[in-house]
């Protein structure tokens, strides 16, 4: 007679219609899906600004309306990077993971894009003026600050990094709220008399603050000699 082990085990297999390599296959199409919807949404931005300086529709103020946009949408892709972690932990799908890095990297680009940006019509490549505007202005000043602590964030996210850091690299990139944080003030300062927008983004900001507080409450101490893994922030 067969046991109830064995019983059990052709019970399950028998009641799962798909094998694990299709449930793999599927999950890696459905990444690379989502991955061509967030290059496609991430470059539309860029694409509309660079269409924009040909056809003459960036308004009165060119260089204006290429700061604020290169600004706007480095913020939202840095709060979109950082739901990545509690989407993952509510819907339980970790290949979502996955899309992290890309999502930093294209706020990294916008970031750098923004600086080049305002360091060059605002500036007209002066350092000297820069450091000024950087010293004198609290709105840049915090701006810049944000800038700089991406810096070492884009160029450790490599599998590479990770390995050579270790634990450290978890700590070096819970940078990226402070960064965020930073960078919502610029904004709020920047704007001075509209502030709906820089508040809701400072809300959004605030509530993936707030999910972060039970996740790590309820996080087990490490095993020793267990591996480090990629950090979820």
């Known amino acids: 007679p067969k046991s109830r082990t064995c019983t059990r085990v052709w019970t399950s297999n028998a009641g799962s219609s798909r094998s694990p390599a299709v449930i793999g296959m599927s999950q890696t199409r459905a990444v690379l899906a989502l991955k061509v919807v967030l290059w496609l949404g991430a470059l539309a931005p860029g694409a509309w600004l660079v269409a924009g300086i040909f056809r003459g529709w960036l308004g009165a103020n060119p260089a204006e309306t290429l700061t604020h946009v290169t600004g706007m949408t480095t913020l939202v892709l840095l709060l979109v990077t950082l739901s990545v972690t509690p989407i993952r932990r509510l819907t339980g799908w970790n290949p ?6 890309p999502l930093g990297l294209f706020a990294f680009a916008y970031a750098c894009t923004h600086f080049t940006i305002w360091f060059a019509f605002y500036n007209v490549f002066d350092v000297g003026n820069m450091v000024a505007d950087v010293r004198e202005r609290p709105y840049i000043t915090v701006g810049f600050t944000a800038f700089l602590i991406l810096i070492p964030l884009a160029a450790t996210s490599t ?10 690299w978890n700590t070096l990139h819970q940078g990226i709220y402070v960064a965020a944080t930073l960078g919502v003030v610029h904004f709020y300062w920047l704007v001075k008399a509209d502030t709906r927008l820089p508040v ?10 707030i999910l972060r507080v039970p996740a790590r409450s309820r996080k087990p101490a490490p095993r020793a000699g267990a591996r480090a893994s990629l950090s979820e922030s």
């Open 96 to 101: 979502l993971i996955r899309l992290r890095r």
């Open 159 to 168: 599998k590479g990094w990770i390995r050579r850091l270790g634990k450290r």
């Open 200 to 209: 809701t983004l400072g809300a959004c900001l605030l509530a993936l603050l």
